[in-house]
């Protein structure tokens, strides 16, 4: 099993679960992330802004991270 975090690489793996880190607010670390994953489980939500994303609502950059999930 994989699990992402945003720490990932400073999670400890077992022999049942690898951690890799993650922004979801990247498409492209999210494509690098679930790399051969079969099946992927979104169960991710944010409280706290980025750097780079100041402005806008929650709800707004869970569609984000969803999204960019689900591409």
């Known amino acids: 099993m994989i699990s992402l975090s945003q ?3 400073q999670r400890k793996n ?3 679960l690898k ?5 979801l607010f990247s498409m492209k670390d999210a494509e690098k992330s679930l ?4 099946i992927a ?6 409280m706290l802004k980025t750097a780079k994303l100041f402005q806008g609502v929650f709800e707004d950059m869970d ?3 969803s999204d960019n999930f689900a591409q």
């Open 35 to 38: 790399a051969g994953a079969d």
């Open 63 to 65: 569609v984000i991270l």
């Open 14 to 16: 077992t022999d049942e």
């Open 41 to 46: 489980v979104y169960l991710v939500h944010t």
């Open 19 to 23: 951690w890799r880190s993650c922004d």
């Open 7 to 9: 720490n990932g690489d």
